[in-house]
């Protein structure tokens, strides 16, 4: 996922799509010519894969509508879980079963296959997969600590200082 959400642009093109040699405006992800009633994607596969790549919440969405709701390692059924989870909730005056309630939500992760930290970054949708929480946290921390050791430089690596140092 990029945290850059559009190219940049001077203040004087705000809001105006980039142009060619000839003045025509070009799209904003394949760079060809852009035809009316457009004005700056040439069609939905540039805007889906420019949505892909710039919005967090529309690939929430893409990698919920694909796995349906399911944990692609446990097999866990997130959106049946939190179907059960809505039906249980308390009456709106009761402060503190509300906020049980709350914390109790099945939780789940758009996580990246190849992390953004190895070359995972500005990616499609199939280096996305969902990951229930517990299964999330279970990847990330074998990732770290792999990368730890993976990343000490060798003198760093033992347990002892030489003399020569």
């Not at 710039?54 to 049946?80: I, M």
């Not at 939500?105 to 970054?121: F, K």
């Amino acid at each position: 996922m990029s945290t850059d959400r559009r190219r940049a642009v001077t203040a004087d093109n705000w809001g105006k799509p980039d142009r060619n040699e000839a003045g025509e405006p070009i799209c904003r992800w394949c760079r060809t010519v852009v035809r009316p009633p457009r004005r700056t994607f040439c069609g939905d596969a540039c805007v889906h894969e420019w949505k892909v790549r710039s919005s967090p919440g529309y690939v929430r969405e893409r990698v919920w509508k694909r796995d349906r709701g399911v944990c692609r390692l446990c097999g866990f059924d997130v959106g049946k879980a939190e179907r059960g989870w809505r039906r249980r909730k308390p009456r709106p005056f009761d402060r503190y079963a509300r906020r049980q309630w709350r914390a109790a939500r099945p939780r789940w992760e758009a996580d990246h296959i190849l992390p953004v930290a190895d070359g995972g970054g500005l990616c499609g949708l199939d280096n996305y997969r969902l990951l229930c929480r517990s299964c999330h946290l279970t990847v990330t921390s074998a990732w770290r600590k792999a990368r730890v050791t993976d990343a000490r430089p060798p003198l760093l690596a033992s347990s002892h200082v030489t003399s020569e140092l």
